[in-house]
Each structure stands twice: as structure tokens, then as C-alpha cells.
């Protein structure tokens, strides 16, 4: 039977956790032939996880004897990794053991060297502080999960499922996954990727709280992102000739003012989509772009999705909507 190790280390987010004990447990119970032996191991008998305390069976000693070791998140990204843990994960994927993260567990991958070079995946919300920490890491907030072969890694909660499912499928094909997917109560392939649930045209990580040069462009172009906002017109309200302006958006926003503008309209159409039932090429006209060919072109760029895609996933519905749905 195939052994899946957990690895279970304080500060752990318990969702991520849960996660794989539930997808894998249970599909050993649907298909007890073939199914997964789970055990949760850690560095301490009992790991603190926020409101919850979480008992360890087993040491990392689990990890050498295991077939897959699951990597779930935890809150403090600042937090050293210990050491016992990177030589426990460094052995384990020298032997050939099948090693896979969840949200933030991709930072202890990538502490243990194991993404260098790889393609990758963690929450989009510490994407930009990934990047800073571990340059020599392909990394794409945009999916879901990403196979590597060896190494996988996922997206931030919820993508855990999707990961573990697509495991279930590539370890014992569609039929077991799709069974797992029932037990769960969740689909076995989503639409689109994390970029749908991206909040698009933050403030990069390494900025907030720091005084921003163009903190007062910005605020200027989220209200006035729906009119006919030409790059002219960003420079002069940023008291900026046009080539300082594109030097000190790259530096300050890694995207030409241009694309910040494109951003904000997509996130404002996002907005509408989700509370409205406004038509697509209204809402496209209303945030600012010139034609409904350039609208769902760029929305499909930055989210993953098409408007009416995105909606159907995220549009707020009356109660009766709901039971209508579900009869």
C-alpha cells in the first residue's frame, strides 16, 4: 500500500493539513485495494496550529519510509525552517520519494533546496516575497498546481484539493479519483487557474508601509481607470516625464502604467460580475475598455477565465437562485 507521510510542523495551517489526510484516507477507503496508508508526522508529539493542537504519531523518522510526503503551509513565512526537517526532506528526495507542497509549504521546499530550477507554485498573496526569497525558483502564481515529476506543489488552500485529487488520478487513475472527488464534494477539474482569484494591482509585498513615490498616481487611476486614461495623462498627474514614469512603475510595480491601468479595469470588472447582472460588454464599456473584443481579451490574460466564466463562479445569488439550483 502506497504510504503517504504528512509532515505536521508547528505553526502548521490545519486546512492544508486536513486536506491530505481526508483526500487520501478516504480514497483508501473507496478503493481499499489500492488505496493509501496516511500518517501525520512532526518534530514534537503535539504542534501547535493556531486555535488547534495537532497529535503526531510519528517522527520524522516516517518520512525515509515513505512513498509521498505532503508539505502543508504554515503562517510565518519568517520562521527558519529546522534543520532536522531540511536534511529529513533532502534525504527523502535523494532516495526518489515523491514529495509535494501545499500554499506556503512550497518556502520549505525551496529552503531545502529541492525547487532550484523547477517549476512552482504557492498562495498568490506571497508570490512577490517567494520570488524575492528564492530567485533560482520558476515561479507561477497564475495555476493551480504544478507537476514537476518528482515535486509538486500547489496553489493556497483550496488547490491543495486539487492537487491531491490529481495525485489520486495520476497514481490510480481517473475512475479512484473521480470517487475521491464525490466523497469530498468537489469537482475533479476546476476551470481556470489561481489567477481568477487573484486580487489584482496590489502594492508589492516589499512596499507596504513604505513611503511609495507613486502612491498618489495610483489612487488617480483607481478612479479614474474607466475613462479614456491615455500614458500622457498618468505622467502628468504623476508630475513625471513619461520615461521616468515607465522606469519608476517597473521598479515600484514590476508593470508598465499601461498595464496597472489594464489591471485596475479588470479588477473593477470583477466587481460588477460579481454583484451585478449587468451584461459583459456593458460592464466591459463601464470599466473602461474601447470594445468587448479587447475587454474579454484582456480579462481572459489577466485572470485565467472569460468574464462570463468568472461570474459563474463568483456571482452573488438570491436565496432562490440557490434553491432553484439545487432542486
Known sequence: MHRVAVLALPDVIPFDLSIAVEVFGRASLAHAGHGYRVQVCGTEPVVDAGLFRIGTDHGLEALADADTIIVPGRNDL???????????????HAAGTRIASICTGAFLLAD???????????H???????????????????????????????????????????????DHGSAAAATAAKLAVAPLHRSGGQAQFIVRNQRPANSIGA??????????IEQNAHRDVTLADIAEQAAMSIRTLNRRFQAETGQTPMQWVA??????????????????????????????????????????????????TFRERSLDEV?????
Open 263 to 312: 489591471g485596475v479595469r479588470v479588477r473593477h470588472a470583477q466587481e460588477l460580475l460579481e454583484r451585478t447582472s449587468d451584461g459583459v460588454e456593458r460592464i466591459g464599456r463601464e470599466v473602461g475598455f474601447t470594445s468587448a473584443a479587447n475587454f474579454r481579451e484582456q480579462f481572459r490574460r489577466f485572470s485565467g477565465v472569460s468574464p462570463q466564466g468568472y461570474r459563474n
Open 211 to 220: 513611503k511609495n513615490e507613486l502612491d498618489s498616481v495610483l489612487a488617480w
Open 78 to 92: 519568517a520562521t527558519d525552517a529546522p534543520a532536522d526537517v531540511i536534511a529529513a526532506l533532502r534525504s527523502a
Open 112 to 122: 531545502a533546496g529541492l525547487l532550484n530550477g523547477r517549476r512552482a507554485t504557492t
Open 124 to 170: 498568490w498573496a506571497v508570490a512577490d516575497l517567494f520570488r524575492a526569497k528564492f530567485p533560482a525558483v520558476q515561479l507561477d502564481p497564475d495555476v493551480l498546481y504544478v507537476d514537476e515529476g518528482q515535486i509538486l506543489t500547489s496553489a493556497g488552500a483550496s488547490a491543495g484539493l486539487d492537487l491531491c485529487l490529481y495525485m489520486v488520478q495520476r
Open 323 to 327: 434553491y432553484s439550483s439545487a432542486s
